[in-house]
């Protein structure tokens, strides 16, 4: 039986349960699983490399490469 269909009949089961405590259960048990494939899926940076970007936001600061607060709001605006 191929994932598609073991979804579908999870569906219908889930569709026949009446019991809310159950579903609050299923709830909680999917948002941890949910989470914790999250958190696998992080890969934190090393030292270095955090320090290489605070260098390179140095680099580009004083190149100039940089915009205020103000003209990021309006840019962002701009994205909805």
Known sequence: MNIQAR???LIEEF???SDENLITKIESFIKQEKKASLEKSLNP??????NEMIDQAKRDSEAGRVISHQELKKKVKSWK
């Open 7 to 9: 979804k579908l009949i």
């Open 15 to 17: 569709l026949r349960i």
């Open 45 to 50: 940076m090393s030292i270095n490399e955090f």
